[in-house]
């Protein structure tokens, strides 16, 4: 069963592999908040627990305004880091390579309002392993 989630990110807590953040304590509040986000996505959505081994896609949405050039979706995979760790254990058994066999990435269209960021997160049971 193909399992679908999508989390709405607000500026404040975007992180991108373009801008590192320095100050850890800073970086580690937002992971958690991340980690809360997802969990509460997750929930609120009712999901079933994923077992075995999946393949996770990842399609992002930039706010308006960002130049279709730029922001390229892999760009946005400490913020999909944090987003799967918040779904372990309760809805992922783990997010290691035995379970999550293989992750992808795709820019979706730009969102119309300012400020915010989308991620829809698909997870595909994988029964033959790779």
């Given at each position: 069963m193909i399992t679908e989630l999508t989390f709405e990110i607000p500026k404040s807590l975007w992180l991108t592999s373009n801008r590192h953040i320095v100050n850890l304590p800073y970086r580690a509040r937002l992971v958690?908040?991340?980690?809360q986000l997802a969990a509460a996505t997750a929930t609120i959505a009712r999901l079933e627990p994923v077992k075995g081994q999946v393949h996770v896609h990842w399609t992002v949405r930039y706010p308006k305004g960002v130049r279709r050039d730029k922001g390229e979706a892999s760009n946005a995979q400490?913020?999909?880091?944090?987003?799967?760790d918040g779904l372990v254990p309760t809805w992922l058994t783990d997010d290691g390579p035995q379970y999550v066999v293989a992750e992808t990435f795709q820019r979706g269209p730009n969102l119309d309002e300012r400020e915010i960021h989308t991620v829809r997160?698909?997870?595909?049971?994988?029964?033959v392993p790779w």
């Open positions: 958690r908040d991340l980690h400490p913020t999909t880091k944090a987003l799967l997160l698909v997870m595909t049971p994988q029964e």
